[in-house]
């Protein structure tokens, strides 16, 4: 299973930012899709996750702001960011936890993370 992340880039406070990530590969199942952050200097965080059954959980700091959805016959989770602050600069990771049609067991994957900049 492979991750591709794709939309982050260099936007002025209070502008917008859609982030994408598709799944390919040999897949089974995928249950949670998410996305994680980390800015210089810092852990990873959560930013965003979402159920199969669409049960969604936000970092606190981004709620109101950001959202998360997700296409299930695209394998694709997208993250909407609005109202972004220079303090929302990090590397974007997307994260799934999929059953890989060769194993039939759930692991975790990543993306290989999209930057996001804020700043005037």
């Known amino acids: 299973v492979q991750l591709q992340a794709s939309g982050g880039g260099l936007v002025q406070p209070g502008g917008s930012l859609r982030l994408s990530c598709i799944a390919s590969?040999?897949?089974?199942?995928?249950?949670?899709m998410g996305w994680y952050r980390q800015a210089p200097g810092k852990q990873r965080e959560l930013v965003a996750d979402m159920t199969t059954g669409g049960t969604t959980d936000y970092a606190d700091s981004v709620k109101g702001r950001f959202t998360i959805s997700r296409d299930n016959a695209k394998n694709t989770v997208y993250l909407q960011m609005n109202g972004l602050k220079p303090e929302d600069t990090a590397v974007y990771y997307c994260?799934?936890?999929?059953?890989?049609?060769?194993?039939?067991?759930?692991?975790?994957?990543w993306g290989r993370g999209t930057l996001v900049t804020v700043s005037s």
């Open positions: 590969g040999n897949i089974f199942s995928i249950n949670n």
């Open positions: 994260h799934y936890m999929a059953v890989p049609i060769e194993t039939l067991r759930t692991s975790v994957y």
